[in-house]
T-cell receptor, first 109, second 114 residues
Framework: EDQVTQSPEALRLQEGESSSLNCSYT??????LFWYRQDPGKGPEFLFT???AGEEKEKERLKATLTKKESFLHITAPKPEDSATYLC??????????FGQGTTLQVKP | DTGVSQDPRHKITKRGQNVTFRCDPI?????LYWYRQTLGQGPEFLTY????????KSRLLSDRFSAERPKGSFSTLEIQRTEQGDSAMYLC????????????FGPGTRLLVL
């Protein structure tokens, strides 16, 4: 059964303190690994799609990487506006997007 | 491209009432998905359409739930005889699989069943 697990569940950082969020996945026939950002009361906002192990993508202070079993979302020198819940999801042969429970990030000034 | 839109954004109803939600996907997106999200959890897949055909339904989608996508454009999700356990955020997403796998989400409809 396809499964996605994210850690930690919650992360508190000081502004400028870099860190990484982990996403472990098991999926039959990976068609894509996705990262989304979700603010309270809103829908998930697309960040990155990774298709194969070794792939990396960057956007401002965020960088996503992918191995055969995990994906990491690296946050460099975060700012308070980066505070949100970050969701990881896998897409496999079932055609269904399977989400982890998310990591809630709080960045304090 | 105005993104995925959903209506209403919030709905409060009494147990036993029927509710209907609407989703308008990004134009030219041939796939449309419905998800449900409860507090502290990631979204859970409910069902999806390729054009007007409903291709898959989750076991989460009981007989009280029905979804349609007439003419392959907007979609509606109806919940009959609502229960308190139906309280959740209902999210719609769309994609154009001919180009990429990425699903783009709407703002969601927050349902509260009293």
């Amino acid at each position: 059964e396809d499964q996605v697990t994210q850690s930690p569940e919650a992360l508190r950082l000081q502004e400028g303190e870099s860190s990484s969020l982990n996403c472990s996945y098991t999926v039959s026939g990976l068609r894509g690994l996705f990262w989304y950002r979700q603010d309270p009361g809103k829908g998930p906002e697309f960040l990155f799609t990774l298709y194969s192990a070794g792939e990396e993508k960057e956007k401002e202070r965020l960088k996503a990487t992918l191995t055969k079993k995990e994906s990491f979302l690296h946050i460099t020198a975060p700012k308070p506006e980066d505070s949100a819940t970050y969701l990881c999801a896998s897409l496999g042969n079932t055609g269904k997007l399977i989400f982890g429970q998310g990591t809630t990030l709080q960045v304090k000034p | 491209d105005t993104g995925v839109s959903q209506d209403p954004r919030h709905k409060i109803t009494k147990r036993g009432q029927n509710v209907t939600f609407r989703c308008d996907p990004i134009s030219e997106h041939n796939r449309l998905y419905w998800y449900r999200q409860t507090l502290g959890q990631g979204p859970e897949f409910l069902t999806y359409f390729q054009n007007e055909a409903q291709l898959e339904k989750s076991r989460l989608l009981s007989d009280r739930f029905s979804a349609e996508r007439p003419k392959g454009s907007f979609s509606t999700l109806e919940i009959q005889r609502t229960e308190q356990g139906d309280s959740a955020m209902y999210l719609c997403a769309s994609s154009n699989r001919d180009r990429e796998e990425t699903q783009y989400f709407g703002p969601g409809t927050r349902l509260l069943v009293l």
